[in-house]
T-cell receptor, first 113, second 116 residues
Framework: AQSVTQLDSHVSVSEGTPVLLRCNYS??????LFWYVQHPNKGLQLLLK??????LVKGINGFEAEFKKSETSFHLTKPSAHMSDAAEYFC???????????FGTGTRLKVLA | GAVVSQHPSRVICKSGTSVKIECRSL??????MFWYRQFPKQSLMLMAT?????????EQGVEKDKFLINHASLTLSTLTVTSAHPEDSSFYIC????????????FGNGTRLTVT
């Protein structure tokens, strides 16, 4: 069975400072991992995905995430936050080769001017 | 890139009526689409998997007679909320994936349903 835990429900950072959104996963199989972003009353946009290739994954808008099997983590980072990054972020796991996505509870990112 | 279009974006209906939500894959074929429900400030919960040309697979606890899913073509799935009640008010989001390769799911922009 797969599960994902987002360790922080809310994160606040100042504009221009680094962003760290934490995610831990549990999977019986080789997992695929994703980060999606959701702006208010909108659908989800894929930021990046890990599917057993390089462990450091670069995504859109300057985001990246590192898959650490030993720590069962897939934390999302960005060197410098922008006001437009304020949104809800979801970490997602699926068993490799399946499309049944299990969503984390989300982290709301607030960017302060 | 792959685009999933969902319509309507917002709908208000009276209790007891039915509402249909459409999910279209605009530039790719999708044999499988997924319907999610999201309560305010909560995560997405998978409701059902919609399979083109066959019956949908519902998650435990989801009433199949209440949430009718039809996937009549490779580019269109519909979710009909029948005899809607205020507790059905929610944000419904569909998703689909490109058939080939290891493509991730692409999501529609969601439908805000309000039942009065």
């Amino acid at each position: 069975a797969q599960s994902v835990t987002q360790l922080d429900s809310h994160v606040s950072v100042s504009e221009g400072t680094p962003v760290l959104l934490r995610c831990n996963y549990s999977s019986s199989y080789s997992p695929s991992l994703f980060w999606y972003v959701q702006h208010p009353n909108k659908g989800l946009q894929l930021l990046l995905k890990y599917t057993s290739a390089a462990t450091l994954v670069k995504g859109i808008n300057g985001f990246e995430a590192e898959f650490k099997k030993s720590e069962t983590s897939f934390h999302l980072t960005k060197p410098s936050a922008h006001m437009s990054d304020a949104a809800e972020y979801f970490c997602v796991v699926s068993a490799s080769g399946t499309y049944k996505y299990i969503f984390g509870t989300g982290t709301r990112l607030k960017v302060l001017a | 890139g792959a685009v999933v279009s969902q319509h309507p974006s917002r709908v208000i209906c009276k209790s007891g009526t039915s509402v249909k939500i459409e999910c279209r894959s605009l530039d790719f074929q999708a044999t499988t689409m997924f319907w999610y429900r999201q309560f305010p400030k909560q995560s997405l919960m998978l409701m059902a998997t919609s399979n083109e040309g066959s019956k949908a697979t519902y998650e435990q606890g989801v009433e199949k007679d209440k949430f009718l899913i039809n996937h009549a073509s490779l580019t269109l799935s519909t979710l009909t909320v029948t005899s809607a009640h205020p507790e059905d008010s929610s944000f419904y989001i569909c998703s689909a994936r490109v058939v080939q390769g290891d493509s991730p799911l692409h999501f529609g922009n969601g439908t805000r349903l309000t039942v009065t």
